[in-house]
């Protein structure tokens, strides 16, 4: 085999191993949901004057996010109990 040759086969090497890093990469953030997104989906969900204090991001088997996305449906809320805060002066 000829240099020529194997720097060809070395190139066509190097582009199928990026073409395969390009696929996965695309398959984690195609696994995202965006922020803006998830907060418009919290909003019209939501009753008015509900305050979130907290989300939290869990793990999941790939097998029941699957099963999920099939459904198309959301999963339910768990109702937060109403909590007055008090501002803090900031003017110092």
């Known amino acids: 085999m000829s240099k020529r040759e194997q ?3 070395k190139a066509k090497k ?3 191993q990026a073409q395969a890093q390009i696929e996965a990469l695309t ?3 195609s696994n995202i949901k965006p922020w803006s997104a998830m907060s418009q989906d919290l ?3 939501l009753p008015a004057g509900m305050q ?3 989300i939290v991001q869990k793990r999941r088997r790939q097998k029941l996010r699957t099963q999920h996305r099939q459904q198309h449906k959301p999963p339910p ?3 937060v109990q109403p909590q007055h805060h008090r501002r803090a002066d900031r003017s110092n």
């Open 7 to 9: 720097e060809r086969d």
């Open 14 to 16: 190097d582009l199928q």
């Open 27 to 29: 398959g984690v953030f």
């Open 43 to 45: 909003r019209d969900r």
């Open 52 to 54: 979130i204090s907290e």
């Open 77 to 79: 809320l768990r109702p």
